[in-house]
C-alpha cells in the first residue's frame, strides 16, 4: 500500500512543480531514450517563440475541444463506449491532456489499464495547470520521429526551420503526422497525408474562439 501511495503521489507533486514555467519537463519516452544511451533531440520553445500556427493546428487535429473541456471529451469517450459495446471498430478519443499525461507518466502501447490511469490524471492535469501550459508541454514532449521530440526538433529536422518559421500548410503536416509519428513523414507526405493536411489547415484558419484558450 505504501509504494502504491507513492507512485500515486509522484505525477501529483510533479504536476505542481510543471506550473513552474522555467521546468521543461520530460516524457517517458525521452527517459528510456536517456537509459538506453540512444539520446534524443528536443529543444524546448514557449508558445510564444513557437508561434500561432503549430498549437492551433494540433489542436484542430488532435483535440478540437480542448479548449471547452475539463482534461476529458466526455461526448467523444462515450461514442468510443458505445461503438466498442456494439461491436464497430472504436475511433480515438484522447485529448491533449489525456495525452500529455500518458507522455509524462505512462508508458506506451494500448492497454485498458493505462487508459483507466489516464482519465483521473488528465483531469487533475487540466485542474492544476491553465491550458496554455498543458498545450506547451505537450508540444515539447511529444514524439514526432525516431528520437525526435516536440514541435522545434520536428520543425528543424523535417522543414530546415524553426516552428515559428513554417507554412500553414508544413505546420498541418506536423500536425496529422502525431497519430502515427514512426510511420508518417511530414516532409513526404503521401497523397492521403497532405488530403488530411489540408483539411487541418482549413480548420486551423477558421478556428478563432476554439483556440481563445492559447491567447496569453
Known amino acids: ?7 500515486a503521489l509522484i505525477p501529483a507533486l510533479l504536476t505542481l512543480l510543471y506550473r513552474v514555467p522555467v521546468v521543461h ?5 525521452m527517459m528510456r531514450d536517456l537509459v538506453t544511451f540512444t539520446g534524443y ?10 508561434g500561432d500556427l503549430v498549437p492551433h493546428s494540433v489542436m484542430m487535429s ?28 472504436t475511433r480515438g478519443a484522447s485529448t491533449i491532456p489525456m495525452q500529455t499525461v500518458k507522455n509524462l507518466y505512462l508508458w506506451q502501447g494500448r492497454s485498458f489499464v493505462r487508459k483507466g490511469l489516464e482519465l483521473p490524471l488528465a483531469i487533475y492535469l487540466d485542474l492544476v ?5 498543458i498545450m506547451e508541454i505537450y508540444l515539447n514532449i511529444v514524439e514526432w520521429g525516431p528520437n525526435i521530440y516536440g514541435a522545434e526538433a520536428a520543425a528543424q529536422h523535417y522543414f530546415g526551420r524553426p516552428a515559428s518559421q513554417l507554412s500553414r500548410r508544413q505546420a498541418a503536416l506536423l500536425a496529422v503526422t502525431l497519430p502515427n509519428p514512426l510511420e508518417r513523414n511530414p516532409a513526404k507526405p503521401s497523397s492521403g497525408l497532405n488530403r488530411l493536411a489540408a483539411k487541418i489547415e482549413q480548420r486551423a484558419r477558421k478556428a478563432g474562439g476554439y483556440v481563445g484558450c492559447l491567447k496569453p
Do not use: Y
Request: charged letters at 30%.
Open 129 to 133: 495547470l491553465p491550458k496554455r501550459r
Open 41 to 50: 533531440d528536443r529543444d524546448w520553445k514557449s508558445l510564444e517563440e513557437m
Open 62 to 89: 488532435e483535440d478540437g475541444q480542448f479548449c471547452a473541456h475539463d482534461g476529458i471529451d466526455w461526448a467523444a469517450l462515450n461514442l468510443v463506449i458505445n461503438d466498442a459495446l456494439s461491436g464497430e471498430k
Open 1 to 7: 500500500m505504501l509504494v502504491l501511495v507513492v507512485l
Open 25 to 29: 519537463p520530460i516524457s517517458t519516452l
